[in-house]
């Protein structure tokens, strides 16, 4: 079965009435947990987008405190697994501040890690690229933003 595109998908949902939506949306929920996730966010917390960065920032803390620090390799795969959870977040909600201030956190926790991510290659070069993406990110603010977020990216560096 070939998938179809986003232009035939919105073509078709015109057709359906809010109750074959509901139906609709309802299924899709049940198949994968990030759909729900997304639907989640859509309904309860996309107004409150400083409501849901709080309660990321909150998951991230809990994942880097039960993170196993005996080994580098715990660690890395640790760091990984909560990285590919703040993106996931960050494409739930789409706005370009969000995922520059998650992203900022998320590298302000790493650098704060114990033992010291720069005796480890891999660790210090994830750590780089993030910082390096979020320049990136930054560069495409508003101006005043990009002013605050420049002077939170330089005390990470």
């Known amino acids: 079965m070939k998938a179809a595109t986003v ?6 949902l015109q057709y359906k009435d809010s109750e074959e939506l509901m139906l ?8 994968k947990l990030e759909n729900k996730e997304l ?3 859509l309904l309860f917390e996309a107004e409150d987008e400083e409501g849901f960065i709080t309660g990321v920032k909150e998951t991230v803390d809990v994942q880097f ?18 990285l590919r959870g703040l993106k996931k977040y960050i494409r739930y ?24 991510i720069k005796r480890n290659k ?3 070069n994830l750590y780089e690229r993030q910082l390096v993406l ?12 990009q002013y605050d977020y420049t002077k939170l990216l330089d005390n990470l560096k």
């Not at 232009?7 to 078709?12: P, S, Y």
């Not at 609709?24 to 198949?31: D, G, M, T, V, W």
């Not at 909600?93 to 010291?116: D, M, N, Q």
């Not at 979020?134 to 933003?145: A, M, P």
């Open 7 to 12: 232009a035939q998908l919105k073509k078709e």
């Open 24 to 31: 609709l949306c309802l299924r899709l929920a049940k198949f």
């Open 39 to 41: 639907l989640t966010y």
């Open 65 to 82: 405190s039960e993170i196993n620090t005996k080994t580098y390799y715990y660690i890395k795969k640790s760091v990984r697994k909560i």
């Open 93 to 116: 909600s789409g706005k370009k501040e969000t995922e520059v201030e998650l992203l900022l956190y998320f590298c302000k926790k790493l650098g704060e890690l114990r033992p010291s």
């Open 122 to 124: 891999t660790l210090s």
């Open 134 to 145: 979020l320049h990136k990110k930054i560069g495409g603010l508003h101006e005043d933003l």
